[in-house]
């Protein structure tokens, strides 16, 4: 009887619409020159997870944590519904099935500090130079390598010795001590040091992106999503001037815009290809026009599915990471498919400038002496863009 009971109060709750619902996980993650375990801190996010949960009807779960690495992991199987991090983990995340919603007010800008003794006085005079950094997953070196990454080296090639330190504090002292000839911080922490070291110098200041953001889950249904938003722009002074302590500054709305460009950090193939050419989706019509042969480097499937007419496919098979410092001794490609004449003109190919296929296609034939590469870094996605027309089948 009893059973007959619960089963009916149960379908009536269902079809009235009224479920129970499961928490909503939030995972927040300082950046490396925040201090995690303070009881300050544990306290300030207790708070912001009550005030969310108040603001969307259902609890919030509040995990927090200070390991980026293992948090990039746990984005990839989708295991948080909300993240609250620093910049490139959101833009990492944006590849993985989130959205960001808001971002801080207060952006984070890298700066490279010199000795004047060092003789660095930019980042094209600091090549060979000892350079000391923050954690390696901090957004500060992950900033500074993805930018030698996109210049198409990497720090550990570009600099005489690179040297990372667990404290913020550490670097700062790595360079007063004689350790670093230059280091990297944030602009907030190279001000201050300024101030006191008339010695020191800013060598050179990287683009300004968010301090930090929160995304969402794509499965997160819309009204908690707004919800969440809505809330988070809407803090009382109180709890902001809460997380300004915290290096946090008042949230404002964001979108994947936002943090577009650190998305691209450390991700992207690099931006220049020594020896090589670069050419957009229309030069590339036109080299096509005049009988260039184009090869397309992606997996068979993915060239059936769609690509250039007239693209010639002939898989790279990558087995390398995906990073600058690569081995393609480990790689595949059947070269005997392409022109044997070095000089002769060819365009590689694949799925954008995420994509490493054409990029490490057109290093492989650099290296043996090809003298007329062309790569086509944006591929596909700009060939669509710009209106061209696409084959399907081969």
């Not at 927090?64 to 293992?70: D, G, I, L, V, W």
């Not at 746990?74 to 590849?95: C, W, Y």
């Not at 005079?125 to 997953?137: F, N, V």
Request: glycine fraction near 6%.
């Amino acid at each position: 009887m009893k059973i007959r009971w619960f089963a009916t109060v149960c379908a009536l709750l269902l079809a009235c619409g009224v479920q129970a619902r499961d928490d909503l996980v939030l995972n927040i993650t300082l950046d490396y020159d925040q201090e995690r375990d303070h009881v300050t801190t544990q306290t300030v996010f207790n708070d912001l997870a009550k005030y969310l949960s108040g603001a969307v009807g259902q609890p919030v779960k509040l995990i927090m944590t200070q390991n980026a690495e293992r948090v990039g992991e746990r984005v990839r199987t989708g295991s948080f519904a909300v993240l609250l991090a620093p910049s490139q983990l959101i833009g990492q995340a944006m590849r993985h099935g989130y959205t960001p919603i808001v971002k801080t007010r207060q952006d984070a800008q890298v700066q490279l500090l010199a000795t004047k003794a060092s003789q660095v006085r930019n980042l094209e005079t600091a090549r060979g130079k000892r350079i000391a950094l923050p954690h390696r997953e901090s957004l500060v070196s992950f900033l500074v390598n993805g930018e030698m990454n996109a210049r198409g080296t990497s720090a550990g090639t570009y600099f005489g010795q690179v040297n990372y330190m667990t404290k913020y504090a550490a670097v700062l002292y790595a360079m007063e001590i004689g350790q670093a000839d230059l280091v990297a911080v944030k602009e907030d922490t190279a001000r201050g040091w300024l101030a006191k070291n008339k010695n020191v110098m800013v060598a050179h200041t990287f683009p300004a992106v968010p301090a930090a953001g929160v995304a969402v889950s794509d499965k997160l249904d819309a009204v908690t999503r707004d919800k969440l938003s809505k809330a988070l722009t809407q803090i009382d002074k109180d709890l902001q001037a809460r997380l300004l302590r915290l290096k946090l500054s008042a949230f404002v709305a964001a979108n994947a815009a936002d943090f577009e460009y650190v998305s691209t950090r450390g991700f992207y193939t690099p931006e220049v290809l020594p020896g090589g050419n670069i050419p957009n989706a229309q030069q590339v019509k036109n080299l096509l026009a005049q009988g260039v042969k184009l090869f397309d480097v992606r997996p068979q499937a993915h060239y059936r599915e769609a690509h250039i007419p007239g693209a010639i496919n002939v898989t790279y098979q990558m087995n390398s990471p995906k990073e600058v410092d690569y081995d393609d001794s480990v790689d595949a490609f059947d070269i005997s498919k392409l022109p044997q004449d070095k000089n002769t003109p060819i365009i590689f190919q694949c799925n954008g400038a995420e994509c490493w296929y054409s990029y490490k296609a057109a290093r492989y034939m650099l290296k043996r002496g090809y003298t007329k590469i062309y790569w086509f870094r944006t591929g596909l996605p700009a060939w669509k863009e710009a209106g061209y027309p696409l084959a399907k089948g081969g």
